[in-house]
């Protein structure tokens, strides 16, 4: 659901877009730590926001890290 904005926010197109591991952080709603394959060897961190549910809006792309490997940490940003 945050490819578009991804794509946008990064101004480039990916033809894989896979998540691998990702983690949680709750504050007011889910925050999503998302480890993210876009090509057969580059990777990048996405941080999500999904807010609660009564407010009925979809997950927002936060903040991304570019230019990661496979074997990089997935750490909070």
């Known amino acids: 659901q945050v490819k578009p904005q991804f794509e946008s926010q990064a101004n ?6 896979t ?3 990702y ?5 007011a709603g889910t925050i999503y730590f998302i480890k993210v394959q876009v090509s057969d060897a580059d990777y ?3 941080k999500v926001f ?4 009564h407010e009925n809006q979809g997950p927002s792309l936060v ?15």
């Open 23 to 27: 983690k949680t952080q709750v504050v």
């Open 50 to 53: 999904q807010s609660l549910p």
């Open 19 to 21: 998540a691998i591991v």
């Open 12 to 17: 480039t197109t990916c033809g894989v877009f």
């Open 44 to 46: 990048v961190h996405l």
């Open 63 to 77: 903040s991304f890290q570019t230019g990661k490997t496979r074997d990089d940490p997935l750490t909070y940003f």
